[in-house]
């Protein structure tokens, strides 16, 4: 009995996958919508619970709270981003994890925790602050790239490429984001006053964009080892039996 049956054959050079794809999308979007609102949460804790000032020498618990929401950001989207990433290659999912938590621990740093500290501190609204620093944290996504790159530095020749990737996909929602917020001012997300749902839309509009790259980049002609145990059991077909999609590298 051949794998045609239970097995699509993925494309040796584009990897395109739609079945992937669309998982991408869908677990990149769940993993945004889960942190935002998470974070709102450590945002409004640091703020109205402990007071989080700079100048009351609170330095140390906002270096926590940054600490947890980057913990929380690679926590949840690494995770969700490791059940596509090992239908192809067998990478660990602490290694895939791990990659995302450096990137967001800069953006919290950066760019979040001064916004939060900002509105506390000149008595603005600390949760719509939050929300609409970590769109503007957008400019740090390629440093996301730059981190995964060197996971799939292992195990594909094409990883490189995916740094390029982020660069334009964070690029293309930049541009686009301003471009509409100069035609409309209800679309002004860039200079703070857009709403809660376009803060949403432009980290989940990056998504489409790092999915085909990321099927590319792990196309089984770019790979230079052993494709991942899903990807394999699953082309094997039934006779392999449920042993060769359980040998998963945790």
């Given at each position: ?248 590298v945790r």
């Amino acid at each position: 009995m051949t794998a045609s049956g239970s097995a699509r054959e993925v494309p040796a050079s584009s990897g395109w996958e739609p079945r992937l794809y669309w998982r991408w999308i869908a677990y990149n979007s769940i993993a945004f919508v889960i942190v935002l609102t998470v974070g709102v949460a450590l945002a409004l804790l640091g703020s109205d619970v402990l007071h989080l000032r700079l100048a009351s020498g609170h330095v140390v618990v906002a270096l926590v709270i940054a600490t947890l929401g980057a913990v929380l950001f690679g926590g949840v989207l690494g995770s969700l981003q490791w059940l596509v990433v090992r239908e192809r290659v067998a990478i660990p999912r602490r290694a895939w994890v791990t990659s995302n938590i450096g990137p967001a621990l800069l953006a919290w740093l950066l760019v979040i925790m001064p916004a939060v500290i900002g509105a506390q501190n000149s008595d603005q609204d600390v949760s719509m602050a939050y929300l609409l620093a970590a769109s503007q944290s957008l400019a740090l996504g390629p440093l996301l790239g730059l981190s995964q790159s060197l996971v799939l530095r292992k195990v594909t020749g094409r990883w490189a490429w995916w740094i390029g990737a982020n660069l334009a996909s964070w690029l293309i929602v930049d541009i686009a984001l301003l471009l509409l917020s100069r035609l409309s001012g209800d679309l002004d997300v860039l200079r703070g006053d857009g709403s809660v749902a376009e803060v949403y839309l432009s980290l989940i509009a990056t998504t489409p964009l790092t999915g085909r790259a990321l099927l590319w980049v792990l196309a089984p002609s770019a790979l230079t080892v052993a494709r991942g145990p899903v990807a394999r059991a699953r082309r094997a077909g039934p006779a392999a039996g449920p042993a060769a999609g359980d040998q998963l590298v945790r």
